[in-house]
């Protein structure tokens, strides 16, 4: 069992630029089912993958693939002819929103959106068209979404995953922030690990997330690892102390970050006194959560929770 996806997902890729066929690839090495691109200008067209297998991605295939991916002009045209359910975008920052807001329209039911650096008023507007509509988007600047063993979308590494019991939220792009540390060394697998992005405007909120977690039955535990600025984990814990049926553990990235400065990463802003890593530390270990004081001790905190330390 997992959230999002599995192995009966169909992903188009929009975006088939260097960024968009490496990934690709790499989707399709790990085993996901990717069944179609979208490219205006290459429509008609179909574009070759072949390589070996990840051994750490869907198991009982050959050692070798090749692939033959069509092109189609519009995701519409795409989700016709391939009965894809999922899309990930690639698209430039200036094109991207109108691809989140193309897929909406074809039926997509999970727009996941890699693309970094969207305008904010363009994510306004993308996320003011998705109200009401069924299709739910992932991102934007977020690494993706994993099910360890069954479907990879987006830029993290498959070998880090492994398949269990522990779902994993974050809005941190890198992949070992992300509940890789913890998997191995521990055997703590994940159902899914879903990185949410950390862009002011974005689809999916930690809440979100979590109760998707709280809904699964196969998801024993999770693990929320949150960042300086902004109040989604202050959000996120309120949820978790007012909801959550199953044990929590956290870390925050950034602790040792200069008070006053703003970092690189677009939500980490500080404002009004929140936002703040020990207020966010504050808050989850009020609602309940174990929080790890290093990533290193992410999968410690995660067995406290669950009540094997």
């Known amino acids: 069992?997992?959230?999002?996806?599995?192995?009966?997902?169909?992903?188009?890729?929009?975006?088939?630029?260097?960024?968009?066929?490496?990934?690709?690839?790499?989707?399709?090495?790990?085993?996901?089912?990717?069944?179609?691109?979208?490219?205006?200008?290459?429509?008609?067209?179909?574009?070759?993958?072949?390589?070996?297998?990840?051994?750490?991605?869907?198991?009982?295939?050959?050692?070798?693939?090749?692939?033959?991916?069509?092109?189609?002009?519009?995701?519409?045209?795409?989700?016709?002819?391939?009965?894809?359910t999922a899309s990930v975008i690639y698209v430039p920052p200036p094109f991207a929103a109108d691809a989140i807001m193309e897929a909406a329209e074809a039926g997509i039911e999970l727009v996941v959106a890699i693309t970094e650096g969207i305008p904010v008023q363009d994510m306004v507007r993308a996320k003011r068209y998705l109200e009401g509509k069924p299709t739910r988007l992932v991102g934007p600047n977020c690494p993706g979404v994993i099910t360890p063993g069954a479907c990879k979308i987006g830029i993290m590494p498959g070998y880090i995953h492994q398949p269990g019991r522990i779902g994993v939220v974050s809005p941190v792009r890198h992949p070992h922030l992300r509940g890789g540390v913890p998997a191995h060394p521990l055997g703590l697998g994940q159902t899914t690990a879903v990185g949410i992005g950390g862009d002011p405007v974005n689809g999916t909120s930690f809440v979100d997330v979590l109760r998707l977690f709280n809904e699964d039955p196969e998801t024993e535990g999770v693990i929320m690892i949150g960042e300086i600025g902004g109040t989604a984990e202050e959000e996120a814990a309120e949820y978790v102390s007012r909801e959550m049926t199953k044990p929590v553990a956290g870390f925050i990235a950034g602790t040792t970050a200069p008070p006053g400065k703003r970092m690189g990463h677009a939500g980490a802003i500080i404002a009004g006194g929140r936002g703040t890593a020990e207020a966010k530390i504050q808050a989850m270990k009020e609602a309940?959560?174990?929080?790890?004081?290093?990533?290193?001790?992410?999968?410690?905190?995660m067995l406290e929770a669950l009540g094997r330390a």
Request: charged letters at 20%; aromatic letters at 6%.
């Open 1 to 84: 069992m997992s959230i999002l996806v599995g192995k009966d997902t169909r992903v188009l890729v929009q975006g088939l630029g260097a960024t968009g066929r490496f990934h690709t690839d790499k989707a399709i090495a790990y085993g996901t089912q990717m069944v179609g691109a979208v490219h205006p200008k290459r429509a008609g067209q179909v574009e070759v993958f072949e390589g070996e297998i990840d051994p750490s991605g869907v198991p009982g295939r050959d050692e070798t693939y090749r692939v033959e991916l069509p092109i189609f002009g519009t995701v519409a045209d795409a989700v016709d002819d391939t009965g894809a």
């Open 288 to 301: 309940g959560i174990v929080v790890a004081p290093t990533p290193t001790d992410m999968g410690q905190a």
